[in-house]
Every structure is written in C-alpha cells, then in structure tokens.
C-alpha cells in the first residue's frame, strides 16, 4: 500500500486529471459481460438504449459507484456533495458513451493494441508517459525501471486489492488513450487541403476593402402593407422544419409550503439560551469544551484571535473582558442562532509563525506505531545535529514541502490543521517536537516568531432556530389541504388565485437539467415532471424544507414544434422576405434610372455611409451591424463597381466599392498549414459527434437521477 501512496503522490495533476475525468473501466467489468450474462440485457430497468444496446439501470449505477470510489480514493472525501455527485453522474454517462460507441467503431475498422505494444509501452523501449510520470525517481529525474518491475511484483500482496485495482486502471487508461490516438491519426491522415483552398482562404483573410453603401431599411414599409396568406406560412413551415425542432420540455407550475421556524420556535430557541446561561457560567474552564461540545450546534473554537478578528457585536467586550466574562444572550441574524460568548482564555501569541515539519504518514506497509517510532528516530537524529533538509527530502511525505527541506513558510493561527497550529504556536523559537493530526506525525522544527499580541479564546454556546415537529406537522397540514382540493389543473389554478397564494413557475424545463432557479436539488420534480401528462398535478413532493404541489400546463415533445406555435416566427420571417422583394424592386428602378451612385443617394433622399478595413471574416459593418450579405457582396465587387439591390438583416443595400487592397502578402504554403491545423483540431471532437447521432442515443437517465 506504501507503493500505491507514493505512486499516488508523484502522479500529481496527470492522475487527478486522468481519474477525475477519463476514467475507463478498470473495476467495471467487461463491456459485454461475463459468464453469459450481457451487459446490455434489457429489463425494466433500461436507462438508456446506445447504438441499439440497452443499459440498464443497475449496470449504469455500478459504474457509477466505482467512478466515486475512485473519486473518494484519491481525493481523501469521505462524502460527495451534489455538485460533485452530478459531475460524476455526468462523467460516467461520457465514458459510457465513448465506450460503447467507440469501440464499436473500432472493432468495425479492426483496431486493437496487441500485447506486445502493452509491454512495450510499460517496459519496452517507448514507456507510456503516464508510467514513466508515475515510476520516475523525484530525487533524481529518472525513470525507475525497477520500481515498475518492484510494483508488479508486490501488487497482489495488498489484501484490499487497490493496488491492484489501481494497476488495472493505469493498464486501460493506457490501452484507452492508445486506441483513440490511434484512431485520431487515421482521421488526421485523411484530411487533405487543396492549393485552391490555400489560395482563397489566404485572400479573404488578407484582403481588405474600403466602400460605400445605401441602406432601405425594412421598417420603412409598415407591416399592414404585407399580407402574409395561410398557405404561404403552411409551406414556409414544410419547408423549413428544421429550423423549428425542438428538445422536449416540460413548464413547470407549483405552490411551495416552506418549513420555516414559527414565533414559538423563535420563543423556544431563546429560552433554551437563557435558562443554560448560569451552568455556562459556573462550567470550570478545563471542562468548557466538553460542555460546548455536549450542549452547542456549532463545536468548540479553539482559535486564539487578536482584536479585529471576532464580530464587531462581541469583539470590544471579550478584550475587556476577565476570563468567565459572559456577553449576551444575542440574536445573530447571519445564521439564525441565539448566542452566548464567553472569554475562555486569555493568551500573548505571535500573530504568525514559520515552522518545517516532516510528515511521516501510516500506511499498509508502515504502521500507525511504526510510523510513530520513525518519527521518533527523526527527531533524535536532529537533535543530534543531523541536516533537518537532507532529512525532510529523504523522509517527509508532504510533497509540497519535502523539497524545501519541510520549509512551510509563516503562516498565521488558523491556516494549518488544528492540532498542528496549536502546537506550533505555544512553541518557542528552535523548539523541534511531534505533533500527531489526520495526516499523520509531524516532525516540527519552530524556525521563527512575530512578536506577541493580546489574543482571546471565546467559548460561543449556540442555538439554532430551528422548525419545531409542530410546525412542521402546521405546514404539512396546509400542504394536504391543497393537494386534496386541487384533484385538477382548473382546481389547482382557482385555489392558487382564491387564496392568494404565489404561484411559481419554472418554463422550458429539460429532463437532464439538474437546477431550477430555488432549489438547491430539484430532479425529484423534474423526474416527477417528465412522467406526468399536460395538465397532471402532483401529490405532496418534499424537497429540502418544503412541501411542493406541482402542475404541468404544457407539454412539449422532442421533433417540431406546432405550426401555431411558431406562425408569429414564421409571419414575421415571410414578411421580411417580402418587404425586401419590395424595396429591392424599387431600388433596382431607381439604379436605372440614376446616373451614378450619388444620385441614386439623393434621389432616395439617404445619406451614404462609409466602411472601411472590411475584409471576408469581418462579422459586422459600422453603421449597418451584422450584415453579412453585404460583407459579401462588397468583397466581390472590382473597384469603382456598383452592387445591385443586396437584401440583408435589417434591410436591403447598395453597394460601391472603393478600393482593395493587401495587408501583406499572402503565404499559401503557410495558409495551407494553418487550414490543416484549425482542421485537426476539430476532426476527433466533430467525428464523436458524427457518431452519436447516427447512435440513435435514448437517454432515460432522468428516470432514476
């Protein structure tokens, strides 16, 4: 297990990297199964169905536990919050994507590392950077051969199997990672930029114009002018579906009955303070920590602070104060406690101190006691005279300061782990000791002190205001009063406007979102949501401390969306078309029948606007905005030409060109290159993306998370 730590330790970012992110199945199983039971079997349990292979609900929950064993195993988290459960949940869906869709593309064009590559790759001559990271000597700077050979050996020594586990890993991440270079390569092998390619991209990037334009626009015809005909908007519509695709939604409407604490609860928090106030008082000051810890909602602070540093409510009077001194009951509107501060200690501290340590950390192949004698041993050796640097880089398992020589800088009060700080700053300059914490035994050397300030340590006694059971039982009430009168949506809308209650609303609500504005975790509702029909109302959903109804007033399906709903998008879209159908007729009158540019201008009674610098990129024109139709026709005009009529955005346009001209002279082979690059670095990501379509994904996730 030792060699696992000290692997972990030198892995640094690659390995937090690669595990947090690009996890593989090590522990997972094999994709198909084993002992002729498939991985993709459907059952009832199907939470999502990939390139025709079904996933079921248990298999995707084991991956995903894995992943956060993982997670927890090189993180040292105990627990996972939800923004961290949901990255996770949202990783394990890529890796399963990538896997399942992947591989089959792989074993479709026949690739596959063979053994000898593994072998090559992890003992041969071309060491895969990830082993050579994680085998090379820190000390020296070299890979360490023998370490790789040392690790293989000893893994299955280790009873709870993470070494090996951890091997496995780094054995398919490797393979992983070689198959998709592998497949990258042949896509980057096929990609081809013509000469005639080079040659127009380098000009329209170098190439610049200045030119002049008139501008009609659309608002000049009012919309009463343009009759837009049923049948015209139905065949817009048949047209152009595509553009009125839609992902299924749900519109979320719901009444929220918060637990909140009531006037009694407030009355109950207050008394509780007041009536403990005297056995605070009387408490001996060597059992003031123990007497917090059994009566308080917040643990005792050992802090020492110095003025400035407590609230202003308390601050002037704990340095006034005698030791037992008690200030308050008082409110503390921050977190909603009722408080009691009384001054524990007062102490004449440095504000900050500069220590070394060595971290000497148990592990399966150094125990707690072991770990504990080799401290020990340390600290005689430095009080023998011996070099605490050259025994700090030898020893200390802090990587982030073993090659200081243990050097941890000045640091003040707070900053380190607790029992490391108070250690260090109730020591005198010079002082070596040992200090046991979470991490381990520290061997500690005091390299330095500020000068002493007044600091105190206050006792807080608190009490939150919390619902009580019988305001909770009060809410719940109201709750299933509502939820037993709005038995339908009509039901649910009168009651909501009869008792004036606020009715809140979420819109557009997808099935893999993970928020809505109010709720720290809303899937619950959103599950709820996406199995309910239009116009359904829920039963009582708990969430945090709320009771919620909910409703859903419309249902929105993955495909197109209705004519009705999009007929505005598509009248004002018909209109515009024909707007411009007008003005470019009139305009193209008017060019006949005006002898130059300046007096088509005068004759429309229109001012002439100037652009210039304006190349083929460019993605607006001063004066006219994000036109790109005009960009276009001014880049293709020759000198001196006029455009004809040029319907754009916002309306429609004439153009004359001024001049063209070079920035700098173009480089094709260099354009060429450049073309190559920018399409390299698209292909991998716009391949996957290729594939996942044609993957007919069914994602059910929101079933179950």
């Known amino acids: 297990m030792g060699t696992l730590e000290n692997i972990r330790n030198r892995a640094g970012v690659l390995v937090t990297v690669v595990i947090g992110l690009a996890l593989v199945a090590f522990i997972l199983g094999d994709i198909l199964g084993t002992g002729g039971q498939s991985l993709f079997t459907r059952t009832q349990f199907e939470i999502a169905e990939i390139a025709g292979k079904s996933i079921s609900y248990q298999n995707f929950q084991e991956r995903f536990d894995n992943l956060a ?57 071309h060491i895969h950077p990830i082993v050579r990271q994680l085998f090379t000597d820190p000390s020296t700077g070299m890979f360490d051969e023998e370490h790789v050979t040392q690790f293989l050996r000893s893994m299955d020594q280790d009873p709870s199997g993470q070494q090996r586990a951890y091997w496995l890993y780094i054995e398919n991440e490797i393979m992983r990672e070689r198959k998709k270079t592998k497949y990258n390569n042949l896509l980057n092998k096929g990609l081809y930029i013509t000469s005639l390619e080079a040659e127009n991209a380098a000009q329209n990037r170098n190439r610049r114009v200045d030119f002049e334009f008139i501008s009609k626009p659309y608002t000049t015809i009012s919309d009463d002018e343009v009759e ?43 008394e509780w303070i007041e009536n403990i106030k005297d056995d605070f008082r009387e408490v001996e000051t ?7 810890r059994a009566n308080s909602d917040e643990p005792f602070d050992r802090t020492n602070y110095s003025y400035g540093e ?8 704990m340095f006034n104060a005698d030791p037992g001194d008690i200030y308050g009951p008082y409110f503390d509107e921050g977190d909603n406690t009722y408080k009691l501060a009384r001054l524990a200690e007062i102490n004449y501290m440095p504000d900050s101190v500069r220590a070394r340590h060595i971290l000497i950390q148990p592990d399966r192949e150094l125990s707690h006691e072991e770990a504990d004698e080799l401290a020990g041993e340390l600290l005689d050796k430095i009080n023998r005279g011996e070099s605490f640097e050259e025994l700090a880089i030898e020893h200390s398992q802090d990587g982030g300061s073993r090659f200081e020589g ?22 005198d300059i010079g002082e070596t000791f040992i200090v046991e914490t979470d991490f381990g035994f520290h061997v500690v050397e005091i390299l330095n002190r500020s000068s002493e ?58 099935a893999s979102d993970r928020s809505i504005p109010g709720f720290e975790s809303p899937r619950e509702l959103i599950r709820w949501a996406f199995e ?20 859903i007033p419309e249902v929105r399906e993955e495909g197109t969306r209705p004519l009705e709903e999009v007929r505005d998008e598509i009248v004002r879209s018909i209109r515009k ?23 088509l201008a005068q004759s429309l009674n229109k001012q002439i606007e100037e652009a210039s610098g304006i190349s083929f990129t460019s993605f607006s024109v001063p004066g006219a905005g994000t036109e790109p139709k005009l960009i276009g026709a001014a880049v293709s005009l020759e000198s001196g030409e006029m455009s004809p009529p040029v319907t754009g955005e916002n309306g429609v346009y004439v153009v004359r060109l001024n001049d063209t001209y070079l920035t700098q002279e173009p480089d094709y082979e260099r354009e060429k290159e450049r073309l190559r690059d920018a399409a390299r670095s698209r292909v991998n990501n716009e391949a996957f993306e290729a594939l996942k379509k044609l993957a007919d994904i069914k994602d059910k996730r929101y079933k179950f998370f």
Request: hydrophobic content about 35%; cysteine-free.
């Open 453 to 510: 300030v007044k600091k105190v340590q206050v006792a807080k006694l608190v009490r939150e205001v919390v619902p009580g059971s019988d305001t909770y039982q009060e809410v719940y009430r109201k709750a299933v009063e509502f939820a037993g009168n709005a038995n339908t949506y009509e039901d649910f809308v009168n009651i909501i406007e009869k008792e004036g209650l606020t009715k809140r609303t979420a819109n557009n609500v997808r």
């Open 228 to 270: 837009v005909s049923n049948s015209e908007i139905r065949r817009y519509y048949r047209r152009n579906s595509d553009k009125f695709h839609q992902e299924a939604s749900r519109d979320i409407e719901y009444v929220s009955f918060d637990v909140e604490p009531s006037e009694e609860d407030d009355i109950e928090a207050r």
């Open 69 to 125: 064993e993982i997670y927890r195993l090189n993180t040292g988290e105990e627990s996972l919050d939800e923004g961290t459960r949901s990255e996770l949940l949202d990783d394990t869906w890529e890796m399963l994507l990538r896997e399942i869709i992947l591989e089959e593309e792989y074993q479709e064009i026949g690739l596959a590392v063979t053994s000898e590559e593994m072998y090559d790759m992890i003992r041969g001559e």
């Open 310 to 317: 407590l609230p202003d409510e308390i601050n002037d009077f």
């Open 577 to 599: 078309e024909k707007k411009g159908e007008k003005i470019a007729g009139e305009l193209r009158r008017q060019i006949n029948e005006a002898g130059s540019f300046e007096e």
């Open 286 to 292: 060597d059992r003031l920590s123990q007497f917090v």
């Open 532 to 551: 309910a029909e239009e116009h359904d109302v829920s039963s009582i959903l708990e969430l945090q401390d709320r009771f919620v109804i909910a409703a």
């Open 406 to 427: 243990g050097d941890l800088g000045w640091f003040s009060q707070g900053e380190m782990i607790e029992e490391f700080s108070r250690a260090s700053f109730e020591a």
